[in-house]
């Protein structure tokens, strides 16, 4: 195998390690529609560090295993196939209400200094300038869920703003990834934790649309060989890609 | 034997300005032959109510028969990006977007389900989702005193599902994930199927633990072979990449007829020319 140079690694291939990475053993792991990157972390995640984690999603397949991953679609039949249970969307919101779901991954697309998230609007939520997809489950579940994981594969001043247009949720976000950077959310603010190795400081400053402490931000690692060649197994066609 | 009958006849049972909810979840096991008639009779003022929508609901609104659309989700995953008809008349203000999260419509659909006017939602307590829509309130617990946010209980008057099997009294089987249909098919008035196939009821009596909503519950039948395309039929079908991105780039009106005639015959000819 050809050793990858740090020139030819996709910022989602750093998203989709750094994710895994947060992902501990054990936990019940949850992810909806639209959500290729984080299906990808959950897989290589369990095929690492991670074996016993339960992986849940929309059509109810737990621990499905199926031999490939759709193209267009995170909540089709490859999320029930060859699976160990069957427990669905219904039921998973019900674990996360009773306080047993460990972590669920939601985005949005504003993000503000407060741990506010908007998946809603673009203006008034009456007369939208733009009319979102919707928080999908993120108002209830980023406030239940032990840990709630928010991933984006934008980053720019328009995504991380000064004030959100509309409060679908707010606050208990454990972490934000996004393709320059991860912010971590403490004592009621967005602190920005570590940056890629692909970008630099002051690109992250740049493309943040509100004032980040520089200090103590660590930079996370390139992709070991090992962790590249996993992601290529699990997701041969690239839908990791999707959202970029 | 009765219950089924054509598509046509199916559709033109539903009233215009009725809530309907639609089975299946995003591009999958949608009941697009049912959806597509809806638009054919032009239906007006639908009130349509999903988790997750994608075609289905981009499909009504392009045929103008939309009034609302309670959801907590309407959009095609990443790959085909955002629901473009609906986004749009909702931005002109011509479709009206009640947002949810999707536990709240199945929050709303279980206490339709089980009788009760409301229901309590955990989570739900900081969102400007709460002030800006009027199914949602916060009331005091009267055990505890805290306060909880309620949601409106929402019951659809018809609901229209797709599903792999059922026989001539509407037992049906579902392969593969059920997504909401279940509780739909209890919260709503009526339940309207189309199915891939019709199988006998000594099949069903061999098969019943995999029958998920009882023929009692169900109202009409359309036999309707490939009826969630151009969506998946989760094991069985996938989805018509083509067809969809015509959809979602040609805006003009004679497209749009284009992709209703492309499907009249399959949506009409089993159930219609259907003899027993």
């Not at chain 1, 639209?34 to 095929?47: D, F, G, T, Y």
């Not at chain 2, 009640?98 to 900081?126: D, W």
């Not at chain 2, 994930?177 to 099949?203: G, H, W």
Request: charged content about 25%.
């Amino acid at each position: 195998m050809v050793v990858k140079t740090q020139q030819s690694i996709h910022p989602a291939d750093i998203m989709v390690v750094t994710i895994a990475h947060l992902l501990r053993d054990k936990e019940r792991v949850f992810h909806g529609v639209s959500s290729q990157l984080p299906m990808v972390a959950i897989l290589l995640a369990k095929a690492m560090h991670a074996k016993d984690l339960t992986y849940l999603n929309i059509p109810g397949g737990v621990n499905p295993q199926s031999q490939h991953l759709s193209p267009y679609s995170s909540a089709g039949y490859e999320q029930y196939t060859r699976s160990e249970a069957v427990f669905p969307l219904e039921e998973i919101f019900d674990l996360s209400m009773r306080g047993q779901l460990d972590v669920a991954f939601l985005s949005g697309v504003q993000f503000d200094m407060h741990g506010n998230v908007n998946a809603s609007v673009i203006g008034d939520y009456h007369k939208p300038k733009v009319r979102l997809p919707g928080g999908a489950g993120s108002a209830v579940l980023i406030p239940t869920v032990k840990r709630a994981l928010i991933w984006r594969s934008k980053h720019d001043p328009r995504t991380f703003v000064e004030q959100v247009d509309f409060v679908t949720t707010k606050g208990n976000i454990d972490r934000i990834i996004t393709p320059l950077a991860v912010f971590k959310y403490q004592d009621g603010r967005l602190h920005l934790d570590a940056i890629s190795p692909l970008t630099t400081m002051e690109e992250v400053v740049k493309q943040t649309g509100f004032r980040v402490n520089t200090a103590n931000v660590s930079i996370l690692p390139l992709p070991t060989a090992e962790e590249l060649r996993i992601i290529q197994k699990i997701d041969k066609h690239g839908v990791r890609y999707k959202e970029f | 034997m009765k219950k089924i009958i054509s598509c046509s006849k199916a559709i033109e049972t539903i009233k215009d300005g009725s809530w309907i909810a639609i089975g299946g979840n995003v591009l999958h096991r949608s009941p697009m032959g049912l959806v597509r008639e809806l638009v054919r009779q032009q239906k007006t003022s639908l009130k349509v109510v999903k988790t997750a929508g994608a075609h289905d609901v981009d499909v009504l609104v392009r045929g103008g028969c939309v009034e609302s659309v309670d959801a907590g989700f309407i959009s095609y995953e990443t790959e085909y990006g955002l629901a473009t008809y609906y986004r749009k008349a909702v931005e002109n203000g011509s479709v009206q977007a009640n947002e949810h999260a999707c536990y709240t419509v199945i929050s709303a659909l279980n206490a339709a389900k089980i009788g009760v006017p409301f229901m309590p939602v955990r989570g739900l307590q900081i969102s400007d989702l709460i002030e800006a829509n009027p199914y949602f309130d916060k009331v005091i617990d009267p055990f505890c005193g805290e306060e909880i946010t309620v949601v409106k209980a929402i019951r659809p008057d018809v609901a229209i599902i797709h599903v792999n099997a059922c026989d001539e009294e509407g037992n049906a089987i579902i392969d593969g994930p059920k997504f909401d249909d279940l509780l739909m098919s209890r919260a709503a008035k009526r339940v309207i199927l189309s199915t891939e196939k019709i199988i006998s009821n000594a099949q069903v009596r061999l098969n019943q633990d995999k029958v998920v909503i009882p023929g009692f519950l169900v109202e009409a039948i359309v036999l309707m072979p490939r009826g969630s395309a151009p969506g998946s039929l989760p094991g069985h079908y996938d989805v018509q990449d083509k067809v969809l991105r015509e959809f979602l780039e040609r805006k003009d009106e004679d497209s749009f007829g284009g992709y209703l005639d492309m499907y009249s015959v399959q949506d009409q000819e089993k159930g219609g020319g259907f003899s027993w």
